[in-house]
């Protein structure tokens, strides 16, 4: 808050207090709720049974949604499809790209988990193009 002082104009002078607030807890949840309005969208968490089945179905979508989830997996692996490839998905494949880029922005995410669906996606991703070998559990 700043406040000044009336009188001589050419001795005004400006005062300045700072309030301190006491420190208050924020639920995680209030937290979450305000960086996805920031974002401006609804993190959705991921289905992995159903991302499992669209890559087991093979195609397009198949491969588009194993390449998108293990370049999210693993930051250091390039996601090599244009995003113009986007408009070849249906709603539901839509959706699982959309789940895909928030794996780690949603509560509850666990990287065992992760983990395990990268196994999965890289066993269908090899089986796809025939070169099948068993995930380690």
């Given at each position: 808050m700043i406040t000044t002082t009336q009188?001589?104009?050419?001795?005004a002078?400006?005062?300045?207090?700072?309030?301190?607030?006491?420190?208050?807890?924020?639920?995680?949840?209030?937290?979450?709720?305000?960086?996805?309005?920031?974002?401006?969208?609804e993190p959705l968490a991921l289905e992995p049974e159903l991302l499992l089945k669209r890559i087991a179905d093979g195609g397009h979508s198949?491969?588009?949604?194993?390449?998108?989830?293990?370049?999210?997996?693993?930051?250091?692996?390039?996601?090599l499809h244009s995003l113009g490839e986007l408009t070849k998905l249906d709603n539901e494949a839509f959706r699982l790209f959309h789940?895909?880029?928030?794996?780690?922005?949603?509560?509850?995410w666990s990287d065992d988990a992760l983990y395990d669906l990268e196994k999965r996606v890289k066993f269908l991703s090899r089986a796809e193009v025939g070169q099948q070998e068993k995930p380690q559990a």
């Open positions: 009188g001589n104009s050419a001795q002078q400006t005062e300045r207090s700072i309030k301190i607030n006491t420190v208050r807890r924020i639920p995680i949840s209030e937290i979450i709720k305000q960086q996805n309005q920031e974002r401006g969208l198949g491969q588009f949604l194993a390449d998108a989830f293990l370049s999210a997996y693993r930051t250091d692996k390039p996601f789940e895909i880029l928030h794996i780690r922005h949603v509560s509850g």
